[in-house]
């Protein structure tokens, strides 16, 4: 039978050389930036960025206005 074992998360050293790799050979490679373990904490980064859309479209909208 299998044992569980916690994953380990690696260095923010190893995740830029292997990023770089990535993206050295023409595949995107986005980093995420570690806010918690749990789920809210990458929920949390969703809602982060889909504000920030938000508010980049008001104010592209606002501009139209003027």
Not at 22 to 47: E, F, W
Not at 53 to 65: M, N, Q, T, Y
Request: proline share 6%; aromatic share 4%.
């Amino acid at each position: 039978m299998a044992k569980h074992v916690e994953p380990i998360a690696a260095e923010p050293e190893t995740i830029a050389t292997f990023a770089d790799i990535l993206h050295n050979a023409g595949y995107t490679s986005p980093v995420r930036t570690p806010r918690g373990r749990d789920i809210m904490a990458a929920c949390g980064q969703l809602k982060s960025a889909s504000e920030r859309a938000r508010g980049e479209k008001v104010l592209l909208d606002a501009s139209a206005a003027v």
